[in-house]
């Protein structure tokens, strides 16, 4: 028995020194002071260790761990007041019923398979469109000029997207 | 077209896409489709709450829990052999290799890649724009 | 959620399960943040009981995991789903387990919207007391029928196969469910 124990201690002690080096950095940005304005998700992961966001992020298939580790970069890249903005959005999001927040990501999908320059037209007529009182909203979706530069699937999407991203109102 | 809520009708043909057509010959079946709507619109009173926090956690623990019951049923009967080796094995694996992997950890990096996709869908749409 | 969404979804669940096949568990996982909103609120309108619901939601998923070596995406995924999540409701509601709690017909429902006043919270809470009893009033079948149309959105077809019946059995079924809640809930109009 004692013989057993010796050997493991022995192992134990070889191993140990390989354990503790680093294991390559990381692709995502260093971790920096200026933190705040993260959705606690995000904060989570900009306060993991590189060896902690490493494991984590293994656990993604490939294609989708270079797209979290892209979206993560360009999020880091904004400046602070930037990704305030994008947290209160996010948080105004979140409190949306989870009906109405798998509804909005459906019609994203479908808005991100449009060419770019459609999708920019059509996120430009949604900043009007979310201005617009509700009944103005519905006239302006009844109009000729509107009908005239959206096809019927554009038209369904900037309404969808328009009653779901409205702005809030004071009563 | 005969009244489908006359005795011995089909009242449930109501619910088909053409109900409308025949309904507008007849005050009754209007009535009808015009109660439906209230109703369906008094259904949407209720609305759903949120899920809790911890959902996904608490299934993924169960998760790890019935695949490590399946691996073991197989090797019980070698259990006290097995465990003096994996003491061994386990010091070795622990100290050189990558971490084991629990399932639950799949709701943590699940939710961070859910808020990036989110996140990147209102930069998208031009909705973290200063109103 | 609207379940009759177009056939790239549909497509979409069943890649996504046949990659849980493949020993993908993080497709699991996109399918979870999917529908565990739509199978936890299906299951609380079914048994009125929100710690029952999650419980049988936690069991709905567990057996969809567990299954995924036989998976093979003759159908809809979401029929599969609910197929399973009624079952367990309807179990459930057989062995009055909703009761075992002691909280049936719960409520606590938080608006996003704006701060009603005392009163118009009341009254509010009242009419949304007589929904839940109007439906929890309804026979078992009548109900998953009723919330499957109204909630889900799912089309008569995929009612039918969840419910293991013809599709004018369900119209049927919703007839007779909506004629009982017209009457229920005639004086909310």
Sequence with gaps: MRTWFSLLILILWLVAPLAAQPRGKGILPPREKNAQALPPALERLYNMSPEERKRALDRLPPRRRRVVERQFQEYMKLSPEERQAVRERYEFFQAMPPERRERAREVYRHFSALPPERRQVIREELATLRHLRPVERREYLRSESFAGKFDEQERRMLFELAEIFARPRRP | ?131 | MDMGVASYAIEYDAELMLRVKDGDPASFGVLLSKYRGPVIHYLHRMVQNRDVAEELAQEVFLRVYKARATYEPAAKFTTWLFRIATHLALNALRDGKPERGGQSLDGGVEHADGRPSAEQQLIRESRLDMVRRAVAALPEKQRAAVLMHKYQEMEYSQIAKVLGCSESAVKSLLFRAYETLRARLAHLA
């Design chain 2, 1 to 131: 077209m005969e009244c489908p809520l006359e005795m011995g009708g089909r009242p449930e043909i109501l619910l088909e896409p053409g109900a409308e057509r025949h309904a507008a010959e007849c005050a009754r079946c209007r009535d009808w489709l015009r109660n439906l709507e209230t109703t369906r619109q008094a259904l949407d009173l209720w609305q759903p709450e949120p899920v809790r926090p911890g959902f996904d956690r608490a299934l993924w623990q169960r998760i790890e829990a019935e695949e490590a019951r399946r691996w073991w049923r197989p090797w019980r009967p070698l259990a006290p052999a097995l465990a003096a080796a994996a003491v061994l094995v386990g010091a070795v694996i622990l100290s050189s290799g990558p971490e084991p992997r629990p399932l639950a950890e799949f709701a943590e990096i699940e939710q961070i890649e859910q808020t990036l996709s989110d996140v990147q869908m209102l930069r998208d749409l031009g909705l973290t724009q200063p109103l």
